[in-house]
């Protein structure tokens, strides 16, 4: 089966909007996403995948992180 490139490109946004209302850690997918990563402002990672290691760049988009913020909901 060959998909169109707008076909391929609507999927991936499809699924980007997915993983972004779901409110799992990007990276564990198992723990609710308590730290945003700065400039960017993603809301991404879970406290044990935030401190797990230093993150030059964010998960969701690959920017620069510069710094890490706790969000309390």
Not at 6 to 35: G, I
Not at 38 to 51: D, F, K, M, R, Y
Not at 61 to 67: G, H, I, L, S, V
Request: glycine content about 2%.
């Amino acid at each position: 089966m060959i998909l169109a490139v707008s076909e391929v490109t609507e999927a991936q946004e499809a699924a980007e909007e997915e993983l972004e209302d779901d409110n799992s850690c990007v990276v564990c997918l198992a723990e609710k996403r308590s730290y945003l990563i700065l400039p960017c402002a993603h809301l991404c990672l879970c406290a044990g995948c935030a401190t797990s290691r230093a993150w030059d760049a964010c998960p969701m988009c690959r920017a620069d992180a510069t710094k890490m913020m706790r969000v309390f909901t």
